[in-house]
């Protein structure tokens, strides 16, 4: 009798440089699309205006192979100067933003104050009823927050995916 190996897949963080022209996205979207592969953030965003170029950052999960084989078929798209996978090639940082609303009345308004408190949340608005409460972080850190709000009256999140850069001197 053998036994069946499962693996695991696991969270990579994919950043590339591309040409910032109608249809690059699309291209890049369409090649996770067409394999099956699942996107579980995306950010993108000029970060060369003269070179006309945009750095977009995916997160996507799976086996080191499955990941490989994303990665090579990305570096032949036409508008893709650079695909590294974060993850595995050097320390990096990972950041992601989240403003989360807050419906609620009495102790539940005072509740959520101290969790954000001890989160680093910011409060961007506030009326009689509501707080919006803004958070920076690792999306660990972001999706703890937003459990602990389920409670006390969470009534919207809006997060805007990993930006991630390396460490030190290593650049992409």
Not at 99 to 114: N, P, Q, T
């Given at each position: 009798?053998?036994?069946?190996?499962?693996?695991t897949p696991q969270r990579?963080?994919?950043?590339?440089?591309?040409?910032?022209?109608?249809?690059?996205?699309?291209?890049?979207?369409?090649?996770?699309?067409?394999?099956?592969?699942?996107?579980e953030s995306l950010t993108?965003?000029?970060?060369?205006?003269?070179?006309?170029?945009?750095?977009?950052?995916?997160?996507?999960?799976?086996?080191?192979?499955v990941i490989d084989q994303?990665?090579?078929?990305?570096?032949?798209?036409?508008?893709?100067?650079?695909?590294?996978?974060?993850?595995?090639?050097?320390?990096?940082?990972?950041?992601?933003?989240?403003?989360?609303?807050?419906?609620?009345?009495?102790?539940?308004?005072?509740?959520?104050?101290?969790?954000?408190?001890?989160?680093?949340?910011?409060?961007?608005?506030?009326?009689?009823?509501?707080?919006?409460?803004?958070?920076?972080?690792?999306?660990?850190?972001?999706?703890?927050?937003?459990?602990?709000?389920?409670?006390?009256?969470?009534?919207?999140?809006?997060?805007?995916?990993?930006?991630?850069?390396?460490?030190?001197?290593?650049?992409?």
């Amino acid at each position: 009798m053998s036994a069946v190996i499962t693996v695991t897949p696991q969270r990579h963080t994919l950043a590339l440089l591309v040409d910032n022209e109608p249809g690059a996205l699309a291209r890049v979207i369409g090649l996770f699309s067409a394999r099956g592969y699942n996107i579980e953030s995306l950010t993108v965003a000029e970060v060369n205006n003269a070179a006309h170029l945009s750095r977009i950052t995916v997160v996507t999960s799976g086996s080191q192979q499955v990941i490989d084989q994303i990665k090579a078929l990305l570096s032949r798209l036409v508008p893709v100067h650079t695909c590294v996978d974060l993850t595995t090639t050097a320390a990096h940082v990972e950041r992601e933003l989240a403003l989360i609303k807050v419906v609620g009345r009495g102790e539940s308004r005072v509740e959520a104050m101290r969790i954000a408190d001890i989160f680093r949340a910011r409060v961007v608005d506030s009326t009689v009823t509501s707080f919006v409460f803004e958070l920076t972080g690792s999306p660990d850190k972001i999706t703890a927050f937003v459990e602990l709000m389920q409670p006390l009256g969470l009534a919207e999140i809006s997060r805007t995916g990993v930006v991630a850069c390396y460490r030190g001197e290593q650049t992409l």
